[in-house]
């Protein structure tokens, strides 16, 4: 990917960077493998994409030899370093080939693969016209900035390399300090959350109502537009049989059937296909399909996980009584728990249900404490920079001693970091529209999106993590010389990068006080997963449309093979014990927990008592519960008409009113109305 030299100084680091290369290389064909078919991907698609993920991983990797090599004395090497200009080869190759592929290559793969069209022309015409309007946008943004430019520093070739350079910087800033913010707080805090076994498939249950409707509406999405292709597929005459071939390439398309059918609902076959069959009307169609296909994909595999997660956490309550731990038979899809398979049932008891959860716990209280430092340090870079956590602990004493391999693999963590936060953000904020990764089924438009945007955050952040920072080191640094410059170059770079980075605050606090909830409460719209957590901490005693206990419900009935969509192909079934609901009522019913099949009968009366809702009553007492329901009593008691401003009136059986008399009198001896009691 990058030149290794054969200098005989630097030999042993040049054989740890090839070598590291390699080990970034092979882990990024293993996530490609893990989220698309290699062998059914087409090169063109391939290729870019593995650059986009490798170069980002590299950067991360070249930004630490940088610094060694940038504060060498030479007294010898105590680290990995390279010659500098190797350094700036390797700093000009990484930066223009991401620079490349996310504003120009990717952008044009994924609408071509998104078009819709079987011929390569109009795929690469409909990606052109796609793109146009941004890019549009973008160079007149670029011309702007060049007036301005070549007036204040004239018409320079370094000048117009300057603006474009700060120009996707700055873009790329913004948006990693978005994401960033919001990953600093999801990490520890689902690691916090989820070393609670109870809470974690309260959250779950909560969570499953919109999956489950996501997946009914793509199911049914699918089975409208494959009526459509049914519709076109019958029809022999007129301009469909122009595109004969086109059609049945989408009927094959469609495979074989589907194991699960929707049951709930059944397909609109309303839909009608006009009466002159056009090519772009069926380029249409087939995106349409595509989209459906890849949709329903997502939403099974995402089903699939829930459901089998949600058993395997029932299974760890369940042997809280018995302290033995058997997980049901595996379903298709693995689950999301790692099966440890050589422990016997008590060991197994005592890492799912003791041991990773203080893990947990470790890892999340360590991760929070990291975020607070890297915050700490982006509010005080440009104050004291000599006081910043990151440059405490990279470069304590740069002027005495060069960056050593401690100080190396130090700033390879706090990067690495930085970069898993601002990825995290992007899974987790809802703002992409449909796009998702799933695995070995991922959408190839998804899958340039989503690679594009991992190479256009790396950078940004790297240097951002430069300003970390002392001035004077940082200023030594071939990364600084290649970019710094030439971004401070231009009024919009000048200090943009130390001003900027304090609005970390606000994605923080947006996550951490929920304001995403706030904001999905007044518009409708979510913009991050943390809002079902919300709904279960508003709403304990889950009752209402979409509550955790109708998730209970549904993951129930899938797990029991009775539910929305066949589960055929999960396997062989288990047995599930079934007990009351924890109100008691008879007639309720909870999550049917599995029972491995050497387990003896007389385990289920002890364990279903401890199954869910466990959060609830140990959480508040008698006092505390009482309390709770006088005050619900109250905040559900309508407010009287007459507290509210208006008159006192009578009763109708006490008014004079003619409408009234006969209604009223009747009780007091008058006439008599038909069908009524009279008393006197």
Request: proline share 5%; glycine share 8%.
């Amino acid at each position: 990917m990058f030149p290794v030299s054969v200098s005989p100084i630097s030999v042993g680091s040049n054989v740890f960077f090839a070598f590291a290369l390699f080990l970034i290389s092979a882990l990024v064909l293993l996530l490609l493998r893990r989220f698309l078919t290699l062998r059914a991907t087409p090169a063109y698609l391939s290729v870019p994409i593995f650059l986009a993920l490798a170069l980002p991983a590299s950067v991360v990797l070249l930004v630490p030899i940088d610094l060694a090599s940038s504060s060498r004395d030479g007294s010898g090497p105590k680290a990995i370093w390279l010659p500098e200009r190797m350094v700036l080869v390797c700093w000009r190759i990484a930066y223009w080939l991401i620079f490349v592929l996310t504003w120009v290559i990717l952008p044009l793969l994924g609408e071509y693969v998104d078009s819709g069209y079987r011929e390569p022309k109009g795929r690469l015409m409909y990606s052109l016209r796609s793109n146009a309007k941004y890019q549009l946008i973008v160079l007149g943004c670029a011309l702007v900035g060049l007036v301005y430019v070549s007036i204040s520093n004239g018409f320079e070739f370094r000048s117009i390399k300057g603006l474009i350079m700060a120009l996707a910087y700055v873009w790329g800033l913004v948006l990693a300090i978005y994401l960033m913010g919001h990953g600093l707080v999801s990490i520890p805090r689902n690691l916090l959350r989820n070393s609670n076994v109870s809470g974690r498939l309260r959250r779950l249950q909560a969570h499953a109502p919109m999956v489950h409707d996501r997946l009914m509406d793509s199911v049914n999405e699918l089975a409208n537009l494959n009526s459509q292709v049914s519709q076109l597929q019958r029809r022999k005459t007129g301009t469909a049989r122009d595109f004969q071939e086109w059609i049945e390439e989408l009927r094959e398309g469609h495979g074989q059937s589907d194991v699960r059918v929707p049951i709930l609902e059944s397909p609109d076959t309303s839909a009608t296909i006009p009466s002159v069959i056009t090519e772009r009307y069926l380029a249409d169609l087939t995106r349409r399909l595509q989209r459906a296909r890849h949709m329903k994909a997502r939403f099974v595999d995402e089903w699939d996980r829930l459901v089998q997660l949600s058993a395997d956490l029932q299974a760890i309550i369940n042997s809280t009584a018995s302290k033995k731990l058997e997980f049901a038979p595996a379903a298709r899809r693995s689950s999301c728990i790692p099966r440890v398979k050589f422990l016997n049932p008590y060991m197994r008891y005592q890492l799912y249900s003791n041991v990773i959860p203080s893990v947990r716990l470790a890892f999340g209280a360590f991760f929070a404490v990291a975020s607070v430092c890297i915050v700490w340090s982006e509010m005080i870079k440009s104050l004291a920079p000599h006081l910043s956590a990151v440059s405490l602990t990279v470069v304590p004493n740069w002027k005495d001693s060069p960056v050593g391999f401690g100080g190396q693999l130090t700033a390879s963590a706090w990067l690495l970091y930085m970069c898993s936060a601002a990825l995290v953000g992007v899974s987790d904020v809802k703002v992409w529209g449909n796009r998702a990764l799933v695995r070995r089924n991922t959408y190839g438009e998804s899958a340039c999106w989503y690679a594009g945007l991992v190479a256009r955050l790396t950078v940004p952040i790297a240097y951002n993590f430069l300003t970390f920072l002392p001035k004077d080191f940082r200023r030594s640094t071939t990364f600084y010389e290649f970019l710094g410059k030439l971004i401070n170059l231009t009024p919009l770079g000048k200090g943009f990068d130390f001003i900027f980075p304090i609005f970390i605050l606000l994605p923080i606090c947006a996550t951490l006080f929920n304001l995403y909830g706030r904001i999905k409460n007044i518009f409708g719209c979510g913009l991050a997963e943390d809002d079902d957590i919300h709904d279960v901490e508003n709403n304990p005693a889950g009752y209402g449309m979409g509550g955790w206990r109708e998730g209970r419900d549904l993951i129930e009935r899938e797990l029991n093979g009775f539910g929305s969509l066949a589960v055929s192909s999960r396997g062989s079934r288990s047995t599930w014990a079934s007990d009351r609901d924890d109100e008691g009522s008879p007639g309720s019913s909870r999550l049917r927990v599995p029972v491995a099949e050497g387990s003896q009968p007389a385990q289920r009366s002890v364990v279903a008592p401890t199954i869910v809702g466990g959060e609830e009553d140990d959480d508040e007492n008698f006092f505390q519960s009482f309390a709770h329901r006088v005050k619900n009593t109250f905040d559900t008691t309508n407010t009287p008409r007459w507290f509210q401003g208006e008159p006192f009136r009578l009763p109708r059986w006490m008014s004079g009113d003619n409408n009234t008399t006969e209604e009223g009198s009747a009780l007091f001896g008058g006439r008599a109305v038909p069908g009524r009691l009279r008393l006197g």
